[in-house]
């Protein structure tokens, strides 16, 4: 079992800056791969951005240029730096962790961009 635990969501105005991370625990060496999913009102989840174990990132059309993912080992955190943020990247923001037989989700924290 891999738990999740996310922090730093907030409010911010549009064109401002964010910072969430994830830390994780449990049998964090069974991760291959960690991302980062929003969901906003009346919307599907979406896939944001992904790392895996090799540092190897990929991003959402919406967001590149704008948001960056990044991990510390050492501290078995996942991180998304948000940079120029606009109103429509106002949702809930998931954590997730996929091994190879398994995925696994935060609880989620929540980003309101004020326009």
């Known amino acids: 079992q891999v738990q999740l635990v996310e922090s730093g969501g907030g409010l911010v105005q549009a064109g401002g800056s964010l910072r969430v991370s994830c830390a994780a625990s449990g049998s964090i060496f069974s991760i291959n791969s960690m991302a980062w999913y929003r969901q906003a009102p009346g919307k599907q989840r979406e896939l944001v951005a992904t790392i895996t174990s090799g540092g190897i990132t990929n991003y959402a059309d919406s967001v590149k240029g704008r948001f960056t993912i990044s991990r510390d080992n050492a501290k078995n955190t996942v991180y998304l730096q948000m940079n120029s943020l606009k109103p429509e990247d106002t949702a809930v923001y998931y954590c997730?962790?996929?091994?190879?037989?398994?995925?696994?989700w935060g609880q989620g924290t929540q980003v309101t961009v004020s326009s």
């Open positions: 997730n962790a996929n091994s190879v037989r398994y995925m696994y």
